[in-house]
């Protein structure tokens, strides 16, 4: 078997997808160019003024702030309503708001807050402290902060030398390091904590507050945020949270001098489900209540004000108020209502709205001065017609100030005007895309499908003709000139294109080579373009193309499932068409002569029939069950998303608690239970080895622990206060321990993945036995490996058919007649390669549910015996159509394996996953730790786990499709498929046929696997097709581009996985061969 080759060509095949999804994203996730430049207090003088008319040395209309940041304080939370008498628990938690409103309506104010998405809170604090816009790609550094490095608030204030103290959330401590005066940060990450950062806050912010050693305080408060992220906002939990911030506001308001002003903020709204990151309106409002203890706001109904403030307005506002520079790269204008309409009212220094809207206007023009010469992403007729409106505002304002008459209120909103016209434009440009990048990442991808399939159909006619070492050598030859052209024409180099250009050289060379090797083959007949319109392979159009629409998109889960329910259906109607589906009665006349030339017996057909129809009910019987544990996007309006996805701990009827824990329990007992039955079935628990071992011992172990985990988390905290420390141990310590069995079973099973059990018998006479032993010679010039290729089928049929004559005569030695009982008996040869591989799944299955909510343990129960009908499926309809073929090669036709990739799919969405960033389950990050993690990559690796857990489930055990048909062989076809074709006949040898032609056996691998990565591949191309082609979508940010994200990634994921399948069955394949290296006859070299 031809291992290298097959694993280097999947590995080259799968590095080429990559790099068409990195080139083609790196044109389309644009990320916005940060321009590293500070305002300074003499940025914003008209020419020829005088530093001394500058406002950084007036007195600042207010000396302090205190700014309260209350995480994903949902602008619905604020919302008083006295008449309501069953309030739930967010609302009416917040009267403290409504109470200052009402009753001191010129110091307050309580708008609605709103946030550009992506509404994750790194992005949220970048937004209102630097007062630019962020980016759709910034999502990705959410939970990787590096330093700010463009011009914000926290070092306006600090060059200012304001002393700001800031306390809570550490996110802010690794954005601005080194530029607080002093800073108390606690650990953010853990959203199960909702105490430790918030009770951090309240030991400190009071003290703080009554001394002196402060003029900006930023305290960022987190339970509220974690409560929703645990519980949801419908909790009790969140009711005290919010009542906890009510009685925090109340205390700073009471210790406040009237030259502070407080700014009560949320970074972000939230979900139903307690989510956000999406751009869903719930998840963008949020609350902004400022206050002062003078007059701050003008009479109500004097001037309009804005009913709603976005996130980057505030950060023109402050700076303004405490008297700094607006920070260079804001776009956001100040908010008007805070500043007099006239210098002379208000604060003897306070400047008016026409002054600071001009101050405002003068600093974002020149950041759009200093942008558009070092980036071109802002068009030019853009451009200058917001210079000439700069340039009409700016002569207005001016005249005004020579003849000192007062600037009109039409001029104030000419200045509004201009300001959200730059704003939009920068919203605009910044959504541009390279058209270049795009058009290079949508060529790889393009042809690595074409690759792809191309391998899938000449598998052998490739691995014959060696084509990838040339294919690799001009890939990097080409990689080379992209970096010499570079140099030359541009001076550096980009490692996107260079990358770009050795896989499009490598795959331009892999096609010609395989050209010219399918004419020179004469096994090889000619591909025809017909063959991508098989019924399998318009599926599987049909379901790319409904990529290319939103609403098909947002009902995914749905679509995949009827195609996965249409595609079932289709099997055995096209075995009924053939007339193979079921027996032919010899005195039906109507039949054609010579359709089944040597058919089974009409009883086995009756019985294979009859098992493929039984996986078709079982099939349908899970996909209806499946729509049960979806989850639901914000767009399906009256959707309901699943009970099984609320954790145990959140269920607050004790009763309901109870049955949710022992249906979880039954179908974690139904997991274990049929991976044991299967393997025991088969033969493969005899042996006493590790991969038995992990089997028999850790799985069910694991098991148990899992369940105990799931017993500890859903005890709710007031319960078993005695117990408390031990239950946080046992927080801890179950779910490792689990891990760490999973993690060793993955280890044993890889150094020992063999389950066959031989036994030693002393051989008897044989007394007219009919099948001498075999006898093999080294000296006729064939290998001593040829020869153990030929001697495995024949010593496992040898050992068969013994047992057999031996069981025939009741069991005793031999007899007259009988075969004489072997010298070596094996049991589990014939499942030799698919035991491991369902070991492999059930160890990976019990990891991965481990990640996900209890009451996902039906659905994986689901997932498995939808994989099993699947398979059963596959198996029948082979062994019925393989009678009219008579071919004995192994390769596995289209429909499964586009049922096998379908049901990865469906399976994302019922385990209550959707392919958008509110239903990231992030809990998952938090299995076994609790106190939160220290670094990023653990976390994260966790979270992707979680995520994309359907997809490594069949991706790695995607060879099962292989190894099935052979598993299920039905007694006696092969020896009528063998008679057909004129070739001696030979009983059921299972697995064991696939070392029979070796070379076959590593085509139908490569095939399969090819097969598989151009299923998941084609639907990435669509993916990438749907976000460059509606780039311009309304609903490109929302559903296009994070559905390309999602997509992208499960192929990466699954890509990873099929490898660790492939190399599984070679390293099973390379145990087997050393097995039977022992039982060579002595006189074999």
Same mark, same amino acid.
């Given at each position: 078997?031809?291992?290298?080759p097959?694993l280097?060509l999947?590995?080259?095949i799968c590095?080429?997808?990559?790099?068409?999804?990195?080139?083609f994203?790196?044109?389309?996730?644009?990320?916005r160019?940060?321009v590293?430049?500070?305002?300074?207090c003499?940025d914003?003088l008209?020419p020829g /003024?005088d530093a001394?008319?500058?406002?950084?040395?007036?007195?600042?209309?207010?000396?302090?702030?205190?700014?309260?940041?209350i995480?994903?304080?949902?602008?619905?939370?604020t919302?008083?309503?006295?008449?309501n008498?069953?309030p739930r628990?967010?609302?009416?938690?917040?009267?403290?708001?409504?109470?200052?409103?009402?009753s001191?309506?010129?110091q307050?104010?309580?708008?609605?807050?709103?946030?550009?998405p992506?509404?994750?809170?790194? +992005?949220r604090?970048?937004?209102?402290t630097t007062?630019?816009?962020?980016?759709?790609?910034?999502?990705?550094?959410?939970?990787?902060?590096s330093?700010?490095l463009?011009?914000?608030l926290?070092?306006q204030l600090?060059?200012?030398?304001?002393?700001?103290v800031?306390?809570?959330?550490?996110t802010w401590?690794?954005?601005?390091?080194?530029?607080?005066?002093?800073s108390l940060?606690?650990?953010?990450?853990?959203?199960k904590?909702?105490?430790?950062?918030?009770n951090?806050i309240l030991?400190?912010?009071?003290?703080?507050l009554?001394?002196?050693?402060?003029?900006v305080?930023?305290a960022?408060?987190?339970?509220?945020d974690?409560c929703?992220?645990?519980f949801?906002?419908?909790h009790?939990?969140?009711?005290e949270?919010?009542?906890?911030?009510?009685?925090?506001?109340?205390?700073?308001?009471k210790r406040?001098?009237?030259d502070t002003?407080?700014v009560?903020?949320?970074?972000?709204?939230?979900?139903?489900?307690g989510d956000?990151?999406?751009?869903? +309106?719930?998840?963008?409002d949020?609350?902004?209540?400022?206050?002062s203890?003078?007059?701050?706001?003008?009479?109500?109904?004097l001037q309009?004000?804005p009913?709603?403030?976005?996130q980057?307005?505030?950060?023109?506002?402050l700076?303004?108020?405490l008297g700094v520079?607006i920070?260079?790269?804001n776009?956001?204008?100040v908010?008007?209502?805070?500043?007099p309409?006239?210098?002379?009212?208000g #604060?003897p220094?306070?400047?008016?709205?026409t002054?600071?809207l001009?101050?405002?206007?003068?600093?974002?023009?020149?950041f759009?001065e200093?942008?558009?010469h070092?980036?071109?992403?802002i068009?030019?007729d853009?451009?200058?017609?917001l +210079?000439?409106?700069?340039s009409r505002?700016s002569?207005?304002y001016?005249?005004?100030?020579?003849e000192?008459?007062p600037?009109?209120?039409e001029?104030?909103?000419?200045?509004?005007?201009y300001?959200?016209?730059?704003?939009e434009?920068?919203?605009?440009?910044w959504?541009?895309?390279?058209?270049?990048?795009?058009?290079g990442?949508?060529?790889?991808?393009?042809?690595? $499908?074409?690759?792809?399939f191309?391998?899938?159909?000449l598998?052998?006619?490739?691995?014959q003709?060696?084509?990838?070492?040339?294919?690799?050598i001009?890939?990097?030859l080409?990689?080379?000139a992209?970096?010499?052209?570079q140099?030359?024409?541009?001076?550096?180099?980009e490692?996107?294109w260079c990358l770009?250009?050795a #896989?499009?050289?490598s795959?331009?060379?892999?096609?010609?080579r395989?050209k010219r090797?399918?004419?020179?083959?004469?096994? $090889?007949?000619?591909?025809s373009?017909?063959?991508?319109?098989?019924?399998?392979?318009l599926?599987l159009?049909?379901r790319?193309?409904s990529?290319?629409s939103?609403s098909?998109?947002?009902?995914e889960?749905?679509?995949?499932?009827?195609l996965l329910?249409?595609?079932?259906?289709?099997?055995?109607l096209?075995l009924n068409?053939?007339?193979?589906l079921?027996s032919?009665?010899?005195a039906d006349?109507?039949?054609?002569?010579?359709?089944?030339? #040597?058919?089974?017996?009409p009883?086995?057909?009756?019985?294979e029939?009859t098992a493929?129809l039984?996986?078709?009910g079982v099939?349908?019987g899970?996909?209806?069950?499946?729509?049960?544990f979806?989850?639901c996007?914000?767009?399906?309006g009256?959707?309901?998303?699943?009970?099984f996805?609320?954790p145990?701990s959140?269920?607050?009827?004790?009763?309901m608690?109870?049955?949710?824990?022992?249906?979880?329990?039954a179908?974690?007992?139904g997991?274990?239970?049929?991976l044991?039955?299967w393997l025991?079935?088969?033969?493969?628990?005899?042996v006493?080895?590790v991969?038995?071992?992990t089997?028999r011992?850790l799985?069910p172990l694991?098991?148990?622990?899992?369940?105990?985990?799931?017993?500890?988390?859903?005890?709710?905290?007031?319960?078993?206060?005695?117990?408390?420390e031990?239950i946080?141990?046992?927080?801890?310590?179950l779910?490792?321990l689990?891990?760490?069995?999973?993690?060793l079973g993955l280890? @044993?099973?890889?150094?020992?993945?063999?389950?066959?059990?031989l036994?030693?018998r002393?051989p008897?006479?044989?007394?007219g036995?009919s099948m001498?032993p075999?006898?093999?010679r080294?000296s006729?010039?064939i290998?001593?490996?040829a020869e153990?290729?030929?001697?495995?089928?024949?010593?496992y +049929?040898?050992?068969?058919?013994s047992l057999e004559?031996?069981?025939?005569?009741?069991?005793?030695g031999?007899t007259e007649?009988?075969e004489?009982?072997?010298?070596?008996?094996?049991?589990?040869?014939g499942?030799?390669?698919s035991?491991?591989?369902?070991?492999l799944?059930g160890l990976?299955?019990?990891? @991965?549910?481990?990640?996900?909510p209890?009451?996902m343990?039906?659905?994986f129960?689901?997932?498995?015996?939808?994989?099993a009908?699947?398979?059963?499926?596959h198996?029948s309809a082979?062994?019925?159509?393989s009678?009219?073929?008579?071919?004995?090669?192994f390769?596995?036709?289209w429909?499964?394996?586009?049922?096998?990739?379908?049901?990865?799919?469906?399976f994302f969405h019922?385990?209550?996953? @959707?392919?958008?960033?509110p239903?990231?389950q992030?809990?998952?990050?938090?299995?076994g730790f609790?106190?939160?993690?220290?670094?990023?990559?653990?976390p994260?690796?966790?979270v992707?786990?979680?995520?994309?857990?359907?997809h490594?489930?069949f991706? /790695?055990?995607?060879?099962?499709l292989l190894?099935?048909?052979?598993?299920c062989?039905v007694r006696g076809?092969r020896?009528?498929?063998? /008679?057909?074709?004129g070739?001696?006949?030979?009983?059921?040898v299972?697995?064991?046929?696939?070392r029979?032609?070796?070379?076959?056996?590593?085509?139908?691998?490569l095939?399969?696997a090819?097969r598989y990565l151009f299923?998941?591949?084609?639907q990435?191309l669509a993916?990438?097709?749907?976000?460059?082609?509606?780039?311009?979508?309304?609903?490109?940010?929302?559903v296009? /581009?994070?559905?390309?994200?999602?997509?992208?990634?499960?192929f990466?994921?699954?890509?990873?996985f099929?490898?660790v399948?492939?190399t599984?069955?070679?390293?099973?394949?390379v145990?087997?061969?050393?097995l039977f290296q022992?039982?060579?006859?002595?006189?074999?070299?």
């Open positions: 078997m031809k291992r290298l097959v280097a999947l590995l080259w590095s080429v997808f990559y790099v068409g999804v990195f080139l994203v790196g044109g389309f996730l644009l990320v160019l940060e590293n430049r500070t305002s300074s003499a914003v008209p /003024a001394k008319g500058d406002f950084c040395l007036k007195e600042p209309r207010f000396r302090r702030a205190v700014v309260l940041i995480d994903a304080l949902k602008a619905e939370f919302h008083y309503d006295p008449e008498p069953y628990p967010f609302q009416n938690k917040l009267p403290v708001l409504n109470e200052m409103v009402s001191r309506p010129s307050s104010r309580l708008f609605t807050f709103r946030a550009d992506p509404t994750t809170t790194m +992005q604090i970048k937004g209102f007062g630019s816009l962020p980016t759709f790609i910034d999502v990705g550094n959410n939970f990787a902060s330093a700010v463009e011009d914000n926290v070092h600090g060059q200012a030398g304001k002393r700001v800031f306390m809570g959330d550490d401590v690794s954005l601005f390091p080194r530029k607080f005066h002093r940060p606690f650990p953010s990450f853990n959203v904590d909702l105490h430790t950062v918030d951090g030991q400190n912010i009071f003290p703080t009554d001394g002196d050693d402060w003029d305080l930023i960022h408060f987190l339970g509220v974690h929703g992220h645990r949801g906002p419908d009790p939990a969140m009711a949270k919010l009542t906890q911030m009510d009685d925090v506001i109340r205390s700073v308001i406040l001098q009237n002003l407080l009560v903020m949320g970074d972000h709204g939230m979900t139903d489900t956000h990151g999406g751009e869903s +309106q719930k998840e963008t949020a609350a902004l209540f400022l206050y203890g003078s007059p701050l706001f003008p009479a109500p109904g309009v004000e009913e709603v403030v976005p980057t307005d505030l950060v023109p506002t700076a303004l108020l520079p920070p260079y790269s776009v956001g204008q908010l008007v209502p805070l500043f309409e006239n210098s002379s009212v #604060a220094a306070a400047l008016s709205q002054e600071a001009w101050i405002n206007v003068k600093q974002v023009n020149r759009l200093t942008y558009s070092m980036a071109k992403d068009p030019a853009s451009l200058s017609e +210079q000439y409106h700069f505002l002569s207005e001016l005249d005004r100030v020579k000192g008459s600037p009109s209120a001029l104030r909103v000419s200045m509004q005007a300001l959200t016209s730059v704003r434009t920068c919203r605009a440009s959504a541009r895309f390279n058209p270049l990048k795009m058009a990442g949508l060529l790889v991808l393009g042809l690595a $499908c074409v690759v792809c191309l391998l899938s159909e598998s052998l006619v490739v691995l003709s060696g084509v990838l070492k040339v294919s690799v001009s890939g990097v080409g990689g080379g992209a970096v010499a052209v140099l030359l024409v541009m001076g550096f180099v490692i996107s770009g250009g #896989a499009l050289i795959e331009l060379t892999f096609l010609w395989v090797s399918v004419t020179r083959s004469s096994s $090889c007949g000619p591909l373009v017909w063959r991508l319109f098989t019924p399998p392979l599926v159009l049909l790319c193309c990529l290319l939103d098909y998109v947002i009902s889960g749905r679509v995949v499932t009827f329910f249409t595609l079932g259906l289709y099997v055995p096209r068409w053939d007339g193979l079921m032919s009665s010899p006349s109507q039949k054609a002569a010579g359709l089944l030339p #040597a058919a089974l017996p009883s086995v057909v009756r019985r029939s493929l039984v996986s078709v099939l349908v899970c996909l209806y069950l499946s729509l049960s979806h989850s996007r914000e767009e399906q009256s959707c309901q998303p699943s009970v996805l609320t145990l959140r269920v607050q009827e004790s009763r608690r109870n049955l949710y824990y022992v249906l979880s329990l179908s974690l007992s997991w274990a239970f049929l044991h039955r025991r079935h088969f033969g493969n628990l005899n006493p080895s991969a038995v071992f089997a011992f799985l694991a098991s148990i622990c899992m369940g105990l985990h799931w017993a500890v988390s859903a005890t709710p905290e007031d319960s078993f206060r005695n117990l408390a031990l946080s141990f046992a927080q801890i310590v779910p490792r689990v891990l760490g069995l999973l993690a280890l @044993l099973l890889w150094l020992d993945p063999l389950t066959v059990f036994k030693s002393t008897l006479s044989p007394r036995s001498p075999p006898q093999y080294a006729t010039g290998s001593p490996q153990l290729q030929h001697l495995i089928p024949q010593l +049929q040898r050992i068969r058919r004559a031996e069981g025939g005569s009741g069991g005793g031999g007649g009988s004489p009982r072997p010298a070596v008996e094996a049991y589990g040869l499942s030799v390669y035991a491991p591989l369902l070991i799944c990976l299955g019990l990891g @991965l549910l481990l990640l996900h209890e009451g343990a039906l659905a129960l689901l997932m498995l015996a939808q994989a009908a699947l398979l059963h499926l198996a082979s062994s019925i159509s009678l009219q073929s008579h071919s004995n090669v390769s596995v036709p429909a499964p394996v586009v049922l096998w990739s379908l049901a990865a799919t469906q019922a385990t209550g996953h @959707l392919p958008t960033f239903s990231i992030w809990g998952a990050a938090f299995v609790p106190q939160g993690h220290s670094g990023t990559v653990l994260a690796a966790l992707t786990l979680n995520t994309f857990a359907s490594i489930i991706a /790695a055990g995607c060879p099962l190894f099935w048909p052979l598993v062989e076809s020896t009528l498929r063998s /008679a057909a074709a070739e001696d006949g030979d009983d059921v299972m697995e064991m046929r696939l029979e032609s070796p070379q076959q056996f590593s085509s139908a691998l095939q399969l090819a299923v998941s591949g084609a990435v993916s990438v097709c749907a976000a460059a082609i509606l780039r311009r979508h309304l609903m490109v940010w929302k296009f /581009a994070p559905k390309l994200m999602f997509e992208a990634s499960g990466l994921v699954a890509s990873v099929v490898l399948g492939v599984l069955v070679l390293r099973v394949d145990a087997v061969a050393r022992k039982l060579l006859p002595g006189n074999t070299r």
